[in-house]
DNA sequence: CACATATAATTGCAAAGTGCAAGCATTGAG
DNA sequence: CTCAATGCTTGCACTTTGCAATTATATGTG
């Protein structure tokens, strides 16, 4: 007699209720929509897209700085930075004293590319936070960057160091 | 007279401080090492990962419902199947009913994979609530279910409707 | 100063992943 | 029986990514 008691996973990992997937979920619907706006109307792509956000926010930056900043690895800035160049939304200038470091900066136009895109973000994050209580809003903040915090320490220990940790507790 | 007043953006997005990047940034750093190590371990890529976990937990399910579960498309679902059961992780055989649905299954040995798996990712969440109190558990569970909620809205209306709440408040 | 070594960034290319048109198999309506 | 609809798969062009090698600059050493 067949009884639905275990159709079910051994280990009690359910994808849609496993915290990482969650917040997964989340940002993926989200990027989508803002993510066909821009690339359909500037041709950004989602590295571009970074780029420009950390480059709106400081006057000139280097490409490890920014790398830094937004998550990417050296070649996407590189790749990301050209993009941005020919679309004639930043400029590379040689650094001053040390001129390994191009200092990069957006332009005019990219600043209002940039600004037709914050629009669009914010509007998103408005349309979220607008489901939340101003308390959650509050907690959310904090946690948010406390899990920031473990999850970068996560990823820089690699796998190996989790299954330490679980081994001997 | 140049000061640092305004070096930075006009609109008031600054990405590390924007909700969806904040999320999909703890996604993505805690997804890596996971990742590399169902991939060097089993050869198995994202979509795969995800197709397991889901049929880990159902006695059997077709395409759609699976691409349904886990946020994929056909065509991903359809290679994702196809190297699980490369690997010898699922089984296809044909619905009982009707034949157009292939009904997919875990294997013994794609059960045990999953259960090594699901190990290292419950380690990875718990490492992440260890940051957090009991309380804040239970407000970003239930926060995170309305966005997830608003976020698949958001998705489905697209960005044009996301302009015209901003524009027609 | 010439040279080795280090660092920042870029480029070229192969491998992997993605999107989409077309295809096959099956079903159900007329 | 035929034909449109459905569920899924495949082939192919296109894009993205990962990594080795390269360029350009800077710094340390005899």
Redesign the interface.
Known sequence: MKQTAT??????????A?????????????????E??YSETFGLSQAGW?IL??I????AANASEIGR???LDPFAVSRGIGQLTELGFAVRRPGKTDRRFAAVSITRSG?TA??RI???????????????SEA?RT??DS??T???????R??A???RA??D??GAP
Chains 1, 2 share one sequence.
């Open positions: 159709p079910a996973s051994d280990d009690g990992l359910k994808l849609s496993w915290l990482p997937y969650r917040l997964f979920l989340v940002a993926a619907q989200v990027a989508r929509p803002l066909s706006f970074r956000a950390v709106a926010e400081r006057d900043a937004c998550a600043r940039f600004n914050a629009a669009l973000g914010s509007a998103i994050e408005a349309r979220l936070l607008a489901r939340l959650e907690i959310l946690a948010l406390r899990l920031e915090g473990e999850s970068a996560i990823d220990g690699g796998w989790l299954l940790d679980a």
